[in-house]
């Protein structure tokens, strides 16, 4: 049992939640693979890349809207395909050319995101000590595809669509842990960026960076390190799962460390990764 | 990947959700075990599965007051606490004998009740092939304690805290699946209470019958067998799982079957069951 105190928040870490695109998922590589073969069997001439990067680029935008309550929550998947439009429209491109169900499946690209090559095996080894789960924009649907898909082992999946707030909204950071009977400030995000980590540092969560230089593609600039101080910093998720073990006060080895003492409960995880 | 087909509801069945206390753990013998503890460490005469009888059969009128309005929603660890005072009053033991930390630890008992034999793996064979999660009126850090405790491998846990409704309100069973973006009737109900299936079905839900004739002790006379004529009836959770299969339309076997069309998008779950 890893046994992790937040030093920034100065209590014992009992869930890891991630944001997952960028962090968990490489939406650009998947996102570019769902517009090539559209592309292709439309006949359009454009560039995967440099569609998925402008379809990604009225991502925060678009939540905007909700965030400032000029408009009540829609979910992300509603966004992606108003966005989806829009990207089309830049190109001279006429929505209205496709049949409907066409565009809703080439959006749904955003549920069948492939993961980086550290994810899967980073968030089962973490799930042994801890409670894992996404902290996404992501509505819950969403991110049940994208788990089952890509075989992400969350414990629990609370989408944006159940806290009804987008990050960077503190209550999109708290309402988790609300729900999970747990303090703000035993709750770690694990995110690729900064801002994200900001955001839930000023929500009372603890923080873990996870770089991914190339989320953006090769020509990436920003948030290729931690710029800030976050209380750990990794290179990958396997990484991370190895600085929660070595910064436990129970890592001594598993077989003889005894039940850690949970709200009253004497209580083990199992250290399978619980199916 | 198998593909069924409810019967009742004519829908594709993409989700299959479990009620938990009784159908999927042995709450009798967790919570006899765990009050057996407690009179020992405080030298009290009880019979500890009469005691397990007398705080269940508490549950269902608890929860009346919220399904009636009477009372605003609170979680199942809110009711189950109170009702704990109300058993140990029955028995003229005084609560405030106790210090408050020693009731809520044995309240949480009902966090870490120990799966039926076969409820481990026959989640895991279901959710090769479904979204597999529980539908219960615990609240959800009561139910992610009690799978990683017990190892059940849910895709997402959606407690009634989520939808803010206790079953057999039809809301309880209509709001996971919307989150799942589903049609009620592509959403099974898993239960070993027929008036539990009776609702879901009332409801819109695809319904099956998972006998536990031991749930209530030796001298149980109710949900021995079904008494509905539910889409599918098992004696437990691994022998539903083959019934899925062998009433699906791809179950010529996993290599050769293609994969499954799921909302225009070509996606076959892992078959490892997803870490």
Redesign the interface.
Known sequence: MADYRSPSTGQMVRAVLFDTFGTVVDWRTGISSAVRAFADSHALTLDPGEFADAWRSRYQPSMEGVRSGRRPYVSL?TLHRENLDAVLRLLGIDPGAFAP??L??LA??W??LPPWPDS?EG??EI?RDF?VGPLSNG???LL??M???A?????????S??SRAYKPSPEAYRKPAA????DPGQVMLVAAHDNDLEAARGAGLATAFVARPEEHGPAQRADVTAAGDWDLAATSITGLAGQLRDHSHGSVGEGSHPPSVR???V?S??T????
Chains 1, 2 share one sequence.
């Open positions: 998947d169900g066409e809703e499946s749904k690209a549920h069948f899967v968030i089962r799930k409670i509505n819950t649907a049940v595809d788990a089952k898909a075989g992400l082992g969350w414990d629990l999946v609370l989408g669509d159940i729900i999970l009977g747990l709200d009253g409960s209580f995880f199992r399978d990764g619980g199916g």
